[in-house]
Nanobody
Framework: QVQLVESGGGLVQAGGSLRLSCAASGRTLSNIGWFRQTPGKERAFVAAISRSSSSTDYTDSVKSRFTISRDNAKNTVYLQMNSLKPDDTAVYYC?????????????????WGQGTQVTVSS
């Protein structure tokens, strides 16, 4: 079993940057995804990274602005978010997935963090 803890959220002005962290305890992280959710909407895929870091994927709305990376020595995955927009406001969750192939599907993920709030003001 693995425990995931997100951090790094906060309030930032449009155009600003934040770096989210997803730290794990219990065992080495596998495939990791970031999702986000706003009130009344389903949790949506943002980005994913494979176990070896050889593959990454992003939803279209964040491509060229967000970067997912990992430090296996620290057992931590990061989401660097640049050029933030008010539409990026959400609770961000990291999750560990069984495979990378189905990385965009919520059902692929067995373990979730508690979420961290990101608020982008205009």
């Amino acid at each position: 079993q693995v425990q995931l803890v997100e951090s790094g959220g906060g309030l930032v002005q449009a155009g600003g940057s934040l770096r989210l962290s997803c730290a794990a305890s219990g065992r080495t992280l596998s495939n990791i995804g970031w999702f986000r959710q706003t009130p009344g909407k389903e949790r949506a895929f943002v980005a994913a990274i494979s176990r070896s870091s050889s593959s990454t994927d992003y939803t279209d709305s964040v491509k060229s602005r967000f970067t997912i990376s990992r430090d296996n020595a620290k057992n931590t995955v990061y989401l660097q978010m640049n050029s933030l927009k008010p539409d990026d406001t959400a609770v961000y969750y990291c999750a560990e997935g069984a495979t990378y192939i189905t990385r965009r599907s919520i059902s692929n993920y067995n373990y979730w963090g508690q979420g961290t709030q990101v608020t982008v003001s205009s």
